[in-house]
């Protein structure tokens, strides 16, 4: 059997020390998944001081000379997490920072950003050339985002690796002035509208997109949908020139940590052939919450971010009308402060019907997964989404908009869909509050027939997520990128 492709997989973020997204959970996940599938993987990040605290043995390397104008001189360590070999990139002057990776304390983007993901980026390209200072030299080097997408323009320009860039949310596309261009040390020739240039800015997102040698992104429907001009962010031109070099791979959980017969978080445990416990985690869900102990009527989810893009606003828009339906709702998350007062003054007008959580709470999610009857997740677009996952691998049917990894995971229950046993949670007819509220109507009366239920919740647990998947998937798209031109 042919040995499988070496990846440098590049990224600004690894869940748990660095996360401010799904990105985070990735980073985390897909290398270990590959490794396990045989693959030499090496994860490249940012030396951060939650990687510091976390890899305080961490094995000097090799210095690293300033690589630009505005890429000081920086050095290479070598950590280990669970086998998982990473390469931490020290530059105190630039990544020496509190909080978030990307924000200062006043919310406004780092402005020294281009120089801190430019050299990120540079040493991924570095690291898969012949000048290389390490011995090790990978196959591909597999960007992530925006903050590594410059890393593919490098190897283009001067030769190296083959080059993945994976697409996680493409509103952020990492554009700074002109003057950035030579500051990083790119050769004018990558000037151009076929290189680096976007609307007479340097995009670093743009430069990935045009110049890695295949594209991926993380589902096959927001493959699809950012193409089109509503979801491509001024990008989907470009896209659709390159659609024979875009993949949608859809992301996998953690099926560990995710897992309702051993979650040291639930109050009792239980799988697809013992979901009797599923009514105690209800009951303690009711109590941590503040909600009336009833289990004659469901209890829909919700964990996210409290903002429009992820429909939130619908849901307050209709949310008087969920104690007469009648039903329970339980809200855990943050965001927008006007929709936190809302939702906040929804839960004061419904006590015992509706409560809400404005915070952070890592158990409380697992809680939520596990004693809510239905999840709701009706996001304007969702590149993949995980709770839709963690909700159906919990038997906790999600309902949802169909879009991006939504659609590609979510099989609205019909007599079809059940005869054929697919159907695993409920699709809105379209994007409106109306239609939200419909959605919530059909999933009651579904509910209230708990044959028919246990059916969905059996059809959505038997699916399997894990990460194996999408690593066999990754696997493919390696052993691509070396047969394509690069």
Same mark, same amino acid.
């Given at each position: 059997?042919?040995?499988?492709?070496?990846?440098?997989?590049?990224?600004?973020?690894m869940?748990?020390?660095?996360?401010?997204?799904?990105?985070?959970?990735?980073?985390?996940?897909?290398?270990?998944?590959?490794?396990?599938?045989?693959?030499? @993987?090496r994860?490249l990040l940012?030396f951060?001081?939650?990687?510091?605290?976390?890899?305080p043995?961490?094995e =000097?390397?090799?210095?690293l000379p300033?690589?630009?104008?505005?890429? =000081?001189?920086s050095r290479?360590?070598?950590a280990?997490?669970d086998?998982?070999?990473?390469?931490?990139?020290?530059?105190? $002057?630039l990544?020496?920072?509190?909080?978030?990776?990307?924000? /200062?304390?006043?919310?406004?983007?780092?402005?020294d950003?281009?120089?801190?993901f430019?050299?990120?980026?540079?040493?991924?390209?570095?690291?898969?050339q !012949?000048v290389?200072?390490? /011995?090790?030299h990978? #196959?591909?080097?597999?960007?992530?985002?925006?903050?590594?997408?410059?890393?593919?323009a490098?190897?283009?320009?001067?030769?190296?690796?083959?080059?993945?860039v994976?697409?996680?949310?493409?509103?952020?596309?990492?554009?700074?002035?002109? &003057?950035a261009?030579?500051?990083?040390?790119?050769?004018?020739? !990558?000037?151009?509208?076929?290189?680096?240039?976007?609307?007479?800015?340097?995009?670093?997102?743009? !430069?990935g997109? %045009?110049l890695?040698?295949?594209? &991926?992104t993380?589902?096959?429907?927001?493959?699809?949908?950012? %193409?089109?001009?509503?979801?491509?962010?001024?990008?989907?031109?470009?896209?659709?020139?390159?659609?024979?070099?875009?993949?949608?791979?859809l992301?996998?959980?953690?099926?560990?940590?995710?897992?309702p017969?051993?979650?040291?978080?639930?109050?009792a445990?239980?799988?697809?052939?013992?979901?009797?416990?599923? *009514?105690?985690?209800?009951?303690?869900? %009711?109590?941590?919450?503040?909600?009336?102990?009833n $289990?004659?009527r469901?209890?829909?989810g919700?964990?996210?971010r409290?903002?429009?893009?992820?429909?939130?606003?619908?849901?307050l828009?209709?949310?008087?009308?969920?104690?007469h339906?009648?039903?329970?709702?339980? @809200?855990?998350?943050?965001? #927008?402060?006007?929709?936190?007062?809302g939702?906040?003054?929804?839960?004061?007008r419904?006590?015992?019907?509706?409560?809400?959580?404005?915070k952070?709470?890592? &158990?409380? !999610?697992?809680?939520?997964?596990?004693?809510? #009857?239905?999840?709701?997740?009706?996001?304007?677009?969702?590149?993949?989404?995980?709770?839709?996952m963690y909700?159906?691998?919990?038997?906790?049917? =999600?309902?949802v908009?169909?879009?991006?990894?939504?659609?590609?995971?979510?099989?609205? @229950?019909?007599?079809?869909t059940?005869?054929?046993?697919?159907?695993?949670?409920? @699709?809105?007819?379209?994007?409106?509050?109306?239609?939200?509220?419909?959605?919530?109507? *059909?999933?009651? /009366?579904?509910?209230? #027939?708990?044959?028919?239920?246990?059916r969905?919740?059996?059809?959505?647990? *038997?699916?399997?997520?894990?990460?194996?998947?999408?690593?066999?998937?990754?696997?493919?798209?390696?052993?691509?990128a070396?047969?394509a031109p690069?």
């Open positions: 059997m042919d040995t499988p492709p070496s990846i440098l997989f590049a990224t600004a973020e869940a748990p020390w660095v996360k401010t997204g799904g990105l985070g959970d990735v980073a985390a996940a897909l290398p270990a998944a590959l490794r396990r599938a045989g693959h030499d @993987v994860v940012p951060y001081p939650a990687l510091q605290q976390a890899f043995a961490a =000097p390397l090799v210095a300033p690589l630009a104008p505005a890429l =000081p001189a290479l360590l070598a280990e997490s086998g998982l070999p990473l390469l931490l990139l020290d530059c105190p $002057a990544y020496q920072r509190p909080g978030n990776p990307y924000l /200062a304390a006043d919310g406004h983007d780092w402005p950003n281009a120089s801190r430019g050299l990120l980026s540079r040493v991924a390209a570095l690291l898969g !012949a290389s200072p390490l /011995a090790w990978p #196959d591909i080097v597999h960007a992530n985002d925006w903050q590594t997408a410059l890393a593919p490098w190897l283009h320009y001067e030769g190296g690796a083959a080059s993945i994976t697409v996680h949310n493409i509103a952020f596309q990492g554009c700074f002035a002109e &003057s261009r030579a500051a990083l040390g790119l050769p004018a020739a !990558a000037w151009r509208f076929d290189g680096v240039e976007y609307h007479g800015q340097l995009s670093f997102l743009k !430069a997109l %045009q890695a040698t295949l594209i &991926s993380v589902s096959p429907t927001y493959a699809r949908e950012i %193409q089109d001009e509503a979801f491509g962010y001024g990008l989907s031109p470009l896209l659709r020139h390159r659609r024979h070099q875009l993949r949608g791979i992301n996998g959980i953690d099926s560990k940590i995710w897992n017969a051993a979650d040291p978080a639930l109050a445990p239980y799988a697809a052939n013992r979901l009797a416990a599923k *009514r105690t985690n209800k009951a303690a869900l %009711q109590r941590a919450m503040g909600l009336a102990e $289990a004659e469901p209890l829909f919700v964990i996210s409290l903002t429009e893009q992820k429909g939130l606003d619908l849901l828009t209709i949310g008087d009308g969920i104690p339906l009648p039903a329970q709702l339980a @809200v855990l998350g943050s965001g #927008d402060r006007t929709m936190e007062a939702f906040l003054a929804l839960a004061e419904h006590p015992g019907q509706i409560a809400v959580s404005l952070f709470d890592e &158990s409380l !999610a697992h809680r939520i997964e596990a004693g809510a #009857d239905c999840f709701l997740m009706p996001s304007r677009f969702e590149p993949c989404g995980l709770n839709q909700s159906l691998r919990y038997g906790t049917p =999600p309902l908009q169909a879009t991006g990894g939504l659609a590609d995971t979510v099989v609205d @229950v019909s007599e079809t059940l005869a054929d046993r697919t159907a695993n949670g409920f @699709v809105m007819a379209d994007g409106s509050a109306h239609a939200l509220w419909l959605a919530m109507q *059909r999933a009651a /009366a579904n509910w209230y #027939d708990r044959r028919l239920w246990q969905i919740q059996q059809n959505g647990m *038997r699916r399997d997520f894990s990460w194996s998947h999408a690593a066999a998937e990754y696997g493919q798209l390696y052993r691509d070396l047969a690069h």
